[in-house]
């Protein structure tokens, strides 16, 4: 018997080392002996230096710009001096440093001392990381690569089959592209009003086909990617098959390219069904694979069966995105009591994700940036994850890369990197089914929890509901997203 998906996910141990090790330097506040001094004939006191929101660790590729900032409070006028590598940077004297066209020499430790009258305060050290070059941008391998796993796929299917998967830029406008893009779903293809884009499993006839369609299903995804792929199809057999569901099973899902693979040009690759949706984008030769959903029914392991006679899963075991779960739910885990009511969100419950598949079939992102401007004026949108410890905010990095090692690694590092270097403005957020805060915290086997990331760009959520078929215990739907970058930025308002 074998598990499979169940403790892939990245150890927490080494990062919330490396992460601790980087806050050294700072040691946290500290004020001198004078606490107090007389300011003026009045006799009033000014209060000493804190540090309210620390510096945060990054990485940048060279020739990029980034910024440290920091936010202090105290009494009277507030100076500050920034440190590299505790040498005083001359000129870095407010509450935020910028650098421009960061080279290698700009690698090292960085902190900043803010002083008053009363004394100063120290902030945690943040390290900036540089790449060695730019080339790591976007990964030109990985998109030779799937290119030419297409080309291969394509052949294998002949002229009919190809027709039928593919949606060339000559063939189609830009307009009905951008459609075809937004044709995924959360749903069994019975329960959705409009036609998933492509081919089904079910169409592929000969061993040569099959073959040459996992081989772009893994060329296109990482070997975590690929787990969570292969095990939400068997999951979907289990559903169809051995629980005998209706509308069910790994034959229904699809597989499109929408507009013409270049190195140059716009163009997608859609893998999806039911629980799935790996979208991704390319253009110039860069990739953002997103929108991506994902979920599962069940949530607990699963053997599976022969329907599709293993063709697109291996035989055994699986219990499926099981170390997705476990990251986002140790990210509330490991806040104390009080941060953990601070990302509480009041009065809200969610019955699914907030923002799933709201833009399907219509090739316009207006739905989606509506829902994403009203959670950014709203009262209450968690905690920052900047006022967090190093330790707390390595278990949001690891939460992220769950979704982000999906995909090449190349653009994993790419994308994290500037997820990190947001931090100060981004929350993480929880709900339960009541809209009233429990010490517990949430509670992935309980209908209606909910958990979130809400940074400039990145949004992911995940929301535990009642099964549909597998009424006694709760199922997994999951979002991740770019709020600049889905579909590489290329739908209309």
């Avoid at 990095?397 to 997820?419: E, G, K, P, V, W």
């Amino acid at each position: 018997m074998r598990i499979e998906n169940l403790s892939r996910g990245w150890a927490l141990g080494p990062v919330i080392v490396a992460a601790a090790l980087a806050a050294c330097g700072g040691g946290g506040s500290s004020s001198s002996s004078d606490s107090s001094s007389g300011s003026g004939s009045t006799g009033s006191t000014v209060t000493a230096p804190s540090i309210t929101t620390q510096p945060v660790s990054q990485t940048v590729s060279a020739g990029s710009s980034t910024s440290f900032s920091v936010v202090a409070s105290g009494g009277g006028t507030l100076t500050y001096q920034w440190y590299k590598d505790s040498n005083a940077i001359s000129g870095a004297t407010s509450a935020a440093y910028a650098l421009s066209s960061v080279g290698s020499t700009d690698a090292g430790s960085y902190y900043v001392i803010v002083s008053n009258s009363a004394g100063s305060a120290t902030s945690s050290t943040a390290t900036l990381t540089v790449s060695s070059s730019t080339s790591t941008a976007c990964d030109s391998s990985y998109l030779s690569n799937v290119m030419s796993a297409i080309s291969a796929f394509e052949t294998a299917l002949g002229s009919s089959l190809t027709g039928a998967a593919s949606y060339s830029s000559t063939s189609y406008t830009s307009a009905q592209l951008n459609v075809y893009k937004t044709n995924w779903s959360n749903l069994p293809p019975g329960a959705i009003s409009f036609s998933r884009p492509g081919i089904t499993l079910s169409q592929l006839s000969t061993a040569g086909q099959i073959a040459a369609f996992n081989a772009l299903a893994k060329t296109a995804l990482s070997s975590a990617g690929y787990a969570d792929f292969q095990g939400v199809l068997a999951a979907d057999d289990y559903l169809g098959y051995t629980k005998n569901a209706n509308g069910y099973g790994a034959e229904l899902y699809h597989v499109a390219v929408v507009g013409t693979p270049s190195t140059t040009g716009n163009w997608t690759l859609m893998l999806g069904g039911h629980h799935m949706a790996f979208n991704i984008n390319f253009n110039q030769g860069c990739a953002y694979p997103t929108p991506h959903h994902i979920g599962v029914e069940p949530r607990t392991s699963f053997a599976s069966n022969s329907h599709t006679s293993n063709n697109f899963y291996s035989s055994g075991t699986y219990q499926v995105l099981a170390d997705k779960a476990s990251a986002m739910a140790a990210v509330f885990s490991n806040l104390s009591s009080s941060l953990l009511s601070s990302a509480f969100l009041t009065g809200q419950t969610f019955s699914d994700i907030l923002i799933g598949p709201v833009e399907a079939n219509t090739g316009s992102y207006a739905k989606v940036t509506s829902k994403l401007s009203a959670v950014a004026a709203s009262s209450n949108r968690g905690v920052l994850v900047s006022s967090l410890s190093t330790a707390q905010q390595a278990y949001v990095t690891a939460a992220i890369r769950q979704y982000l090692n999906d995909y090449d690694s190349a653009t994993a590092a790419r994308m994290l990197a500037d997820y990190q270097a947001a931090y100060g403005s981004t929350y993480v957020a929880w709900a339960n089914a009541s809209g009233s805060y429990s010490s517990s915290g949430p509670d992935i086997s309980a209908n209606g929890t909910y958990m979130r990331i809400d940074g400039p760009r990145v949004w992911i959520e995940l929301a535990a509901q009642t099964g549909v078929v597998i009424t006694n215990q709760t199922h997994y739907h999951m979002m991740f997203r770019d709020k600049s970058y889905d579909y590489y930025n290329q739908l209309g308002s």
